[in-house]
């Protein structure tokens, strides 16, 4: 286990997960897809336009999984100096963002033909759009600091912090009681008796477990980028940029 | 169902394919993305290296 750890074997590691992970995104999302926009039935009040939870729920969940994830490997990375936990919480951040600009995108879409409006400043609305902004600061922090240590000491402080919004969102639409309507699947445990039809769930649920496999494909993809460059002075990757072209 | 109708989304085509749509580019923008920058830095320590062998030469 703890071989995989270096950088160096990381890197090969990845490269061999990397198309099965692909390979196994792209199936979900199809029958994903093909449960969202055939199977799913409208909605009786909004009609087809009801289809576009199955993006929006899904990415909404992302973003707040992914800076959870960033934020935990940005703080292991501080605390016990792991590189490669330091490289996960780099590589998070822009998918995290796009999860959430797709989540504001998505919703604003829904909103102006059920609610009369692109966008209000609503509870969860402003604070999914807070969450944006701690992803571009993380990824504004890094990217300004050119030493690599103190830039990812730098962004997990930032990220750690940002860690209270999480719950804000979550509970944003119990607090304050504006525009957005509560959750639909509010904990594991209601999995069993949910307030929503199968129909609906499996294609929410099947988004999401791929859009999850997406995250992962693409942060390994990134991560690889970063332990080039991180490793650039190291011999291994001397001799791989010597045989690679 | 025709597929015009479907395509039609019972009027919200619009906004259920702008959200689908919007999605797809994103998403598919960070894989290429992250392909590209793989290459980029490949590319530049390669450059980097042969730069280095000629000076020593």
């Known amino acids: 286990m703890f071989t995989y750890a ?49 993006i929006h729920v899904p990415s909404a969940w992302m973003s707040l999984f992914v800076y959870v994830n960033m934020a935990g490997a940005a703080g292991i990375g501080l605390v016990w100096n792991i590189k490669l936990a330091e490289l996960l919480a780099r590589a998070s951040a822009p998918i995290g963002a796009s999860f959430t600009l797709i989540t504001l995108i998505t919703g604003s879409l829904w909103g102006k ?8 400043w609503d509870a969860r609305l402003t604070s999914e759009l807070i969450l944006l902004f701690l992803y571009l600061g993380f990824m ?28 804000v969102i979550h509970f944003s639409v119990q607090w304050w009681n504006t525009l ?66 | 169902m025709s597929w015009a109708d479907f395509f039609a989304m019972g009027g919200y085509a619009g906004y259920v394919w702008g959200a689908y749509g919007f999605a797809a580019v994103v998403l598919l923008a960070n894989i290429l993305g992250a392909a590209r920058r793989r290459q980029a830095v490949l590319r530049l320590l390669h450059d980097y290296t042969k730069l280095h062998e000629a000076d020593s030469e």
Do not use: C
């Not at chain 1, 999401?208 to 332990?227: D, G, K, N, S």
């Open chain 1, 180 to 245: 957005h309507q509560p959750a639909s699947i509010s904990s594991i445990s209601k999995l069993g008796a949910p307030s929503i039809h199968p129909s609906m769930l499996i294609p929410l649920l099947v988004m999401a477990v791929a859009f999850t496999l997406y995250y992962f494909t693409v942060a390994l993809m990134r991560m690889r980028a970063e332990i080039l460059e991180r490793e650039k002075n190291s011999r291994w990757v001397t001799e791989l940029v010597g045989t690679a072209r």
């Open chain 1, 113 to 120: 033909p059920m609610w009369g409006t692109w966008w209000a």
């Open chain 1, 6 to 54: 270096s950088p160096k074997n990381f890197y090969t590691l990845a490269g061999q997960l990397i198309p099965w992970l692909a390979v196994a995104t792209a199936l979900l999302l199809t029958y994903g897809l093909y449960q969202s926009l055939f199977v799913a039935p409208p909605d009786y009040q909004q009609g087809e336009s009801v289809r576009i939870i199955y």
């Open chain 1, 140 to 167: 504004a922090l890094q990217a300004a600091i050119d030493d690599p240590k103190r830039a990812a000491r730098a962004g997990a402080l930032l990220a750690l912090v940002g860690v209270v919004n999480i719950p």
